[in-house]
């Protein structure tokens, strides 16, 4: 596992996250946001394994069924490992919300969605919103990858 965070952050990582090795938590040369950090990471795992698979996980996210979430990751590093596989994760709504939403052309497998496509929705209306909660083909997008 490797972990890119924040200069700032690098003391609280190790304690956090003790099983991993300290050369494995890396401080970002500046902040620049999240896709430096992923740009960085995935530098850092192509220089381990040109054939390694990296998953890309905020580290602002509340997770409310860690057993759940870990099957998910588990799917999601199984399609990336086939090298056919850009895996990205969704919330699926429990209230409307105007947020950035994925509208899915899916079909369901292991409990998980594979997407042959996805039509992204932002910032939606009041109304959109409404339908997409109700929906079982969308999903808010949470910037987690598997890749």
Request: glycine content about 8%; hydrophobic content about 40%; charged content about 20%.
């Amino acid at each position: 596992m490797l972990v890119i965070t924040g200069v700032n952050y690098i003391e609280t990582v190790r304690q956090q996250l003790p099983e991993i090795p300290p050369e494995n938590i890396v401080a970002e040369p500046c902040g620049r946001d999240t896709a430096a950090a992923v740009g960085l990471g995935a530098l850092h795992v192509l220089r381990k394994d040109p054939r390694g698979i990296m998953a890309v996980l905020p580290a602002d996210h509340y997770i409310a069924h860690v057993w759940r979430f870990q099957s998910v990751l588990q799917a999601g590093v199984t399609l990336a490992a086939s090298g056919q596989w850009l895996v990205t994760m969704g919330i699926t709504p429990t209230r409307p919300d105007t947020g950035t939403y994925a509208r899915a052309s899916c079909s369901n497998t292991m409990k998980t969605y594979q997407f042959t496509g996805w039509k992204g929705s932002r910032k939606s209306g009041p109304e959109k919103a409404r339908q997409f909660s109700r929906s079982r083909r969308c999903f808010i997008r949470e910037n987690s990858f598997v890749m």
